[in-house]
């Protein structure tokens, strides 16, 4: 019974997956290069595969955050509850905790969805993490600040450098290929298979971005970090690769089953792009997420990163290609994603905090 | 079984058509040539008027054969303002086909005095359509280049507006002359198909930049 608490954790996945798809193939698919049923396949499988083959590797850095704001339980917390056998209620109050935020999270990202906004899926389950803190850790104490102002900072500043990186990324990465490249283009024929094969393989390289980045956030709040020193599971899962796996099931089926209309937002409505700007877009997109990962040492947003290489791009023609009215509200929902996500699970912590102190 | 015959490659095609358009027009220019002259009878005309419409029918054979080469290996934009062009090109033969076929059911002659501006509107045509074949080639040959320095459609457009002048200047003699209204709406009508296919060809090159536009850099 204690595994229906994954299914918020899922749901936020399936909401990640119906946003996060639109940055792989978003371009792609309003340009028609690639048809939509084709994409949301490619997406699928590589997001699967990134999320085995690298991403249990952010899952420490989301836990870390968790369990500095009482998500999840620190190991002094873990073994106690070992030493006075009450190890299986810690498990099932982390599992709920994890699940309330997911459930926050979840649902911010697919109003978010719905209303055509490509959010940060990420950011939101940071927002809810720090709301379910505000409530419960004593931000008053220095060593609470200490841990958390740092990932608060670092989450803040990708906000404005993670759009930004992305932007000039594909500003230059469009500029080197208009400038270089595409007078060499014989036929119309050579155009069409470079134009293809381009978004393509973009399009793998973004969806297994993906699966790395963001597969480990939709579950490593049910994740143990403490298993390999206590023995005992204190949390839903103890494996962090399987921990990840679930993620990019549950981000692929949200991929396969509702992507299509955040997908042609990206696609069209930000700024006036061509076929070949747009696989070049994908890949800044990638390229930004991977440095920008290994740099800040957090989870990126791939939406945030996609929306500034399309601007990247459509500058590379003039300031008037870019519809600078569609980025406004955009970068609104960026900051209310998470803004309302925290707020949700501050109010669910006042709501139970006799279950949780 | 595995490959693709080399004939059904789209740019294979397109010239094909083409050939097949532009043997329609020298046609065509026989035609008229023979009807300026008020000695031909109207069956020797009937025979030619036949011979533009066998062109006119091989063409659109040809654009069906196009069509089908237009497979998987183009993007779908791509495939839709082939298709788009390709037509626009059949109207060409349309119009001449229209043009023969009605004269000599009307048992129509272009009144003397603006027989040579027909022909001259005509050869300002084929001239025409001369670099209209060139900028279809350059589509296949050198796109990016194409792209960048696109003066050839400037150069058709120029000369429809040479035949936007003849065009005007034969309406105003025409109405200026004694003939019946019924008459100088009949000649009117077919001083408009000959300059129909100058637009057509206009048309074309005016699909051709949107086409360049659209993949532009």
């Known amino acids: 019974m204690i595994y229906l608490l994954l299914i918020p954790g899922l749901f936020m996945g399936w909401s990640l997956g119906t946003n996060d798809a639109a940055n792989a193939f978003g371009t792609a698919v309003a340009t028609r290069v690639v048809k ?28 870390e955050l968790a ?15 070992i030493e006075d056998g009450s190890a299986e209620a810690l498990r099932l109050r982390s599992a709920l905790k994890g699940a309330i935020i997911f459930l926050c999270a979840g649902l911010t990202v697919f109003v978010m969805s719905y209303l055509k906004f490509p959010v940060s899926a990420n950011q939101s389950i940071t927002g809810a993490i720090i709301g ?33 990186g992305a932007g000039i990324i594909s500003f230059v990465l469009v500029w080197l290929f208009n400038r270089f490249l595409y007078a060499r283009i014989s036929s119309l024929g050579a155009y069409d298979k ?6 393509i393989i973009a399009g793998i390289f973004a969806s297994y971005s993906i699966g790395i980045n963001s597969s480990a956030n939709v579950t490593a ?5 403490h298993f390999a020193e206590t023995g005992v599971v204190s949390n839903l899962l103890g494996d962090a690769r399987l921990t990840a796996t679930l993620g990019g099931i549950a981000i692929a089926i949200g991929v396969l089953t509702f992507s299509k209309r955040v997908m042609m937002t990206v696609g069209s409505s930000i700024a006036e792009i061509s076929q070949t700007d747009g696989f070049l877009v994908i890949l800044a997109m990638s390229l930004t997420i991977v440095i920008m990962g290994k740099w800040m040492g957090i989870p990126v947003s791939t939406s945030q990163a996609v929306v500034g290489a399309v601007i990247g791009a459509g500058l590379t023609r003039g300031v008037r290609q870019v519809h600078f009215g569609v980025f406004r509200r ?3 929902a960026w900051i209310s994603s998470p803004t309302v996500a925290g707020l949700a699970t501050y109010a669910i912590a006042a709501l139970t905090a006799g279950y949780f102190a | 079984m595995f490959t693709r015959n080399r004939n059904d490659r789209p740019d294979i095609r397109i010239a094909e058509q083409l050939k097949d358009v532009d043997a329609c027009l020298v046609r065509f220019d026989s035609f008229l040539r023979a009807a300026s002259v008020s000695d031909t009878s109207f069956e020797a005309l009937r025979v030619l008027s036949d011979s533009v419409c066998e062109a006119e029918s091989t063409a659109d054979s040809s654009l069906r054969r196009l069509i089908d080469s237009l497979g998987g290996d183009l993007l779908p934009a791509t495939r839709q303002d082939l298709i788009e062009i390709a037509t626009s090109c059949d109207r060409i033969a349309n119009k001449c086909e229209t043009y023969a076929t009605q004269s000599v059911v009307q048992h129509f002659r272009m009144p003397e005095p603006f027989c040579e501006d027909i ?5 300002i045509t084929k001239g025409q359509f001369v670099l209209l074949e060139k900028s279809i080639r350059m589509l296949f040959t050198e796109i990016g280049k194409f792209v960048k320095d696109h003066g050839i459609l400037d150069d058709i457009r120029r000369e429809e507006s040479r035949v936007d002048d003849i ?18 709406m009949q000649a009117a009508r077919f001083v408009e198909l000959v300059c129909d296919i100058s637009d057509a060809i206009e048309n074309i090159a005016d699909k051709i930049q949107i086409m360049l536009i659209t993949r532009k850099a």
């Open chain 1, 132 to 164: 379910w803190g505000l409530y419960h850790a004593n931000y008053s104490d220095p060593e609470v600040l200490a841990v958390n102002l740092p990932q608060i900072g670092k989450f803040a500043a990708t906000w404005v450098l993670n759009p930004l």
């Open chain 1, 67 to 81: 369990e500095s704001n009482r998500v999840t339980a620190s190991l002094s917390e873990t073994l106690a509850a």
């Open chain 1, 221 to 225: 709040l049910y994740y143990d970090t």
């Open chain 1, 330 to 332: 955009i970068a609104i």
């Open chain 2, 167 to 184: 065009e005007k200047d034969i309406y105003e003699r025409l109405y200026a002359t004694d003939c019946g209204l019924a008459e100088k």
């Open chain 1, 194 to 199: 470079l134009v293809r094969a381009g978004y």
């Open chain 1, 36 to 63: 939509y049923r084709t994409a949301i396949l490619i997406i699928a499988v590589f997001c699967i595969l990134g999320a085995i083959l690298g991403g249990a590797g952010n899952i420490d850095k989301v836990a």
């Open chain 2, 119 to 123: 022909l001259q509107i005509l050869s």
